[in-house]
């Protein structure tokens, strides 16, 4: 129960976060902030979406640990936190969920796939009529606007949940804690 320390990393992505999410939700929106030029077409697309009442933007999903829906604040139920940069509603059946990144895409590609996988997952507990999810992680710094993106249907996401399970008991469940000290692990520890 630590407060976290902020880094200059960490306000200028939740920077980033919030003027995304602000020009996506402007109705007089403007020039879209330098933090975004590197997805003009992504960022128009997701106004038009959010204007047209099929988007929303940093989405607060909560779940009991059966994956009932819940408060995001209801601390006695809830297990699972999910908070979406944008969600998509491509049709009654198909739904994309995006994320943005700052920072290096290189070497984090397999964590960001695993975030879609539960994020996918996740979305087919939310609506019951979903078959498709296509999960998408835009890379806001990278020159070359990298994307990671991920398709699921139901069948294929539902089968990640066992997984999910087991890693969120372990963490939910544990009572100890010892240190894992490694250059890798306290880099960006504001507690190292």
Known sequence: KHKEVSSEALDRGNRIHSEAQS??????????????????SGFAALARSYDEGNA??????????????????????????????????????????????????KGNE??????????AMAAFHMYPDLQHVQGEIWYLDDKDAKTLTKSYSRETALSFKPMFVKRGLAMTTATDF??????????????R
């Open 23 to 40: 020009w996506v939700e402007d109705p007089s929106r403007g020039d879209l902030p330098d933090s975004c030029k590197r997805f003009p």
């Open 56 to 105: 929303s933007c940093e989405g607060e999903w909560a779940f009991t640990i059966n994956f009932e829906l819940t408060q995001w604040r209801d601390f006695r139920k809830t297990w699972l936190r999910i908070k979406c940069d944008a969600v998509v509603r491509e049709s009654d059946t198909s739904y994309r969920i995006i994320d943005y990144k700052t920072g290096r895409s």
């Open 178 to 191: 010892p240190a894992n000290p490694s250059p890798w692990n306290c880099r960006f520890c504001s507690h």
């Open 110 to 119: 397999l964590n960001h796939g695993t975030q879609l996988m539960l994020y």
